[in-house]
């Protein structure tokens, strides 16, 4: 977003990150083994592309080491304040804009308001009796204990989704004994990684055409996989089909059916990739436990059926709690309205970018616009567009305030739900992808080139500008004392 405002001539912005370093995810899972799954040359910006990659599924260092990078190839050091936590955004209507409150209790004054908290920065640790017990080591794999030695341990892994398949195991291969508390299987297809040869990664560094022609061709092979995610697919039936043959040669007694073989459609839960996860089941010292956690006591994990397994560190596997968006911050709107009484029920938002009460407050990576089949970068990129275009036409009009209508975000939420139902998201599976209450809140359920094609143009009527009353002439009407804000 602030390398897009610069480029349009936007420079009175700040970007506000209570960590002290960028990367977002990828400066907090350093857990081992902590990759993308999607391949590399795909998994940066289209307008300041990464051609050396090292890897086609590169890992976390070198993906953090590219998004570090960009803040001083494009000047963004003199617009970052880290360690500069949001806690709350109130809205004026009297003013037109923001007030935002610090966790040290400074306030700032903000025009415009952008969030790119995303959707997995919160991570989830489930309420389970005797946690606070445990006299062992206890740490979620977005928080990695590096200075904890695993090897000779008694490891447990509570949780089994796309972390725990690329950390697992790395685990095994210290732990002395590893015991993984799998609720839901997961489907885990073969990963096509390896290291690019020296003449690749020369040609798609010095022959940009090869380069582009080479990220658009995995983009489109990416694209094409939304047809699994298309509720009664042959594709996924097929599927389904081969993985239970195949992994039904390994059942055995030490790995029963229900470890290995998942019960639901392909796609309902993310896909994962890996080629290690199969043969780190199979070791002697991993053992798979499919019966549900129901205590902690101080050296072991107690299950429901009555088991008792003795334990010294315990990881978490469990993921992030995706569903509470922009949380934990406090946002007030128009009238008073506070966006988590409008989210009650599952966020929504228009384009996943905009909520109707809250002027001049805009998302990246909102509601409805996580993928489960290719890359999450082209759908922020979209939306930085749309971002973009919208402030650059505001400050042409000298608008004071956009806002969605009520009108057009109820008519877009009802299209997105009803697109959603008919995904295999919306099947009886547990999943990140929905609440509670199985509304689907964070996936995007159609083709990405169909939300490029919605973000290009802005539809006449669903946005309210209001025009900014006319200041009167001094110092304090210069665009220099109100600057626009971005704030993360």
């Given at each position: 977003?602030?390398?897009?405002?610069?480029?349009?001539?936007?420079?009175?912005?700040?970007?506000?990150?209570?960590?002290?370093?960028?990367?977002?995810?990828?400066?907090?899972?350093?857990?081992?083994?902590?990759?993308?799954?999607?391949?590399?040359?795909?998994?940066?910006?289209?307008?300041?592309?990464?051609?050396?990659?090292?890897?086609?599924?590169?890992?976390?260092?070198?993906?953090?080491?590219?998004?570090?990078?960009?803040?001083?190839?494009?000047?963004?050091?003199?617009?970052?304040?880290?360690?500069?936590?949001?806690?709350?955004?109130?809205?004026?209507?009297?003013?037109?804009?923001?007030?935002?409150?610090?966790?040290?209790?400074?306030?700032?004054?903000?025009?415009?308001?952008?969030?790119?908290?995303?959707?997995?920065?919160?991570?989830?640790?489930?309420?389970?009796?005797?946690?606070?017990?445990?006299?062992?080591?206890?740490?979620?794999?977005?928080?990695?204990?590096?200075?904890?030695?695993?090897?000779?341990?008694?490891?447990?892994?509570?949780?089994?989704?796309?972390?725990?398949?690329?950390?697992?195991?790395?685990?095994?291969?210290?732990?002395?004994?590893?015991?993984?508390?799998?609720?839901?299987?997961?489907?885990?297809?073969?990963?096509?990684?390896?290291?690019?040869?020296?003449?690749?990664?020369?040609?798609?560094?010095?022959?940009?055409?090869?380069?582009?022609?080479?990220?658009?061709?995995?983009?489109?092979?990416?694209?094409a996989r939304f047809a699994l995610m298309r509720k009664g697919n042959r594709i996924g039936a097929l599927m389904q089909d081969r993985f239970g043959k195949e992994l039904?040669?390994?059942?055995?007694?030490?790995?029963?059916?229900?470890?290995?073989?998942?019960?639901?459609?392909?796609?309902?839960?993310?896909?994962?990739?890996?080629?290690?996860?199969?043969?780190?089941?199979?070791?002697?010292?991993?053992?798979?436990?499919?019966?549900?956690?129901?205590?902690?006591?101080?050296?072991?994990?107690?299950?429901?059926?009555?088991?008792?397994?003795?334990?010294?560190?315990?990881?978490?596997?469990?993921?992030?709690?995706?569903?509470?968006?922009?949380?934990?911050?406090?946002?007030?709107?128009?009238?008073?309205?506070?966006?988590?009484?409008?989210?009650?029920?599952?966020?929504?938002?228009?384009?996943?970018?905009?909520?109707?009460?809250?002027?001049?407050?805009?998302?990246?990576?909102?509601?409805?616009?996580?993928?489960?089949?290719?890359?999450?970068?082209?759908?922020?990129?979209?939306?930085?567009?749309?971002?973009?275009?919208?402030?650059?036409?505001?400050?042409?009009?000298?608008?004071?305030?956009?806002?969605?209508?009520?009108?057009?975000?109820?008519?877009?939420?009802?299209?997105?739900?009803?697109?959603?139902?008919?995904?295999?998201?919306?099947?009886?599976?547990?999943?990140?992808?929905?609440?509670?209450?199985?509304?689907?809140?964070?996936?995007?359920?159609?083709?990405?080139?169909?939300?490029?094609?919605?973000?290009?143009?802005?539809?006449?009527?669903?946005?309210?500008?209001?025009?900014?009353?006319?200041?009167?002439?001094?110092?304090?009407?210069?665009?220099?004392?109100?600057?626009?804000?971005?704030?993360?």
């Amino acid at each position: 977003m602030a390398m897009q405002l610069q480029d349009a001539g936007i420079h009175s912005f700040t970007i506000y990150e209570r960590s002290d370093g960028v990367g977002g995810t990828w400066r907090d899972n350093t857990y081992p083994g902590a990759a993308c799954d999607v391949p590399s040359h795909l998994y940066s910006f289209s307008f300041a592309p990464k051609t050396d990659w090292t890897r086609k599924f590169a890992e976390q260092p070198e993906i953090l080491g590219y998004f570090e990078s960009l803040i001083d190839s494009h000047g963004l050091r003199p617009h970052l304040r880290f360690d500069a936590e949001v806690t709350s955004a109130t809205w004026s209507d009297d003013d037109q804009s923001w007030g935002l409150t610090l966790a040290d209790g400074e306030r700032v004054t903000a025009d415009v308001v952008v969030s790119g908290l995303g959707q997995l920065n919160r991570p989830n640790i489930p309420e389970i009796p005797g946690l606070e017990d445990f006299e062992g080591t206890l740490f979620h794999s977005a928080r990695w204990d590096h200075d904890h030695d695993l090897r000779g341990e008694r490891v447990a892994v509570i949780g089994i989704g796309a972390s725990a398949i690329q950390f697992v195991p790395r685990v095994a291969a210290q732990a002395r004994q590893l015991t993984l508390f799998q609720r839901s299987v997961n489907y885990v297809a073969p990963k096509p990684d390896r290291a690019y040869r020296q003449w690749e990664r020369w040609l798609l560094d010095h022959v940009p055409p090869l380069q582009r022609a080479y990220r658009a061709s995995i983009y489109w092979r990416f694209e094409a996989r939304f047809a699994l995610m298309r509720k009664g697919n042959r594709i996924g039936a097929l599927m389904q089909d081969r993985f239970g043959k195949e992994l039904g040669k390994l059942v055995s007694s030490k790995l029963p059916r229900e470890a290995l073989i998942p019960d639901y459609t392909p796609g309902c839960r993310r896909i994962l990739i890996a080629n290690d996860w199969y043969p780190t089941l199979l070791r002697p010292d991993v053992e798979v436990v499919t019966d549900d956690v129901t205590e902690i006591t101080e050296h072991s994990i107690r299950t429901a059926h009555g088991g008792e397994f003795d334990v010294d560190t315990i990881i978490f596997g469990t993921g992030f709690r995706s569903t509470e968006f922009l949380s934990p911050l406090r946002i007030t709107g128009r009238d008073g309205i506070d966006l988590n009484e409008v989210w009650a029920d599952g966020a929504h938002a228009y384009l996943g970018v905009a909520v109707a009460g809250f002027p001049n407050l805009f998302m990246l990576y909102g509601p409805n616009t996580n993928l489960g089949h290719n890359s999450i970068l082209f759908m922020i990129e979209q939306q930085v567009a749309w971002i973009r275009s919208l402030l650059v036409d505001m400050m042409r009009d000298d608008s004071s305030s956009a806002e969605v209508t009520d009108l057009a975000m109820r008519r877009y939420d009802d299209k997105i739900r009803a697109a959603a139902e008919r995904t295999v998201w919306a099947e009886d599976c547990n999943s990140w992808y929905k609440t509670d209450s199985g509304r689907i809140t964070n996936n995007w359920p159609d083709y990405t080139v169909r939300y490029r094609r919605r973000m290009r143009h802005r539809v006449p009527g669903d946005l309210r500008l209001t025009t900014r009353p006319e200041r009167p002439a001094g110092p304090e009407s210069t665009p220099e004392s109100r600057p626009a804000r971005v704030s993360r």
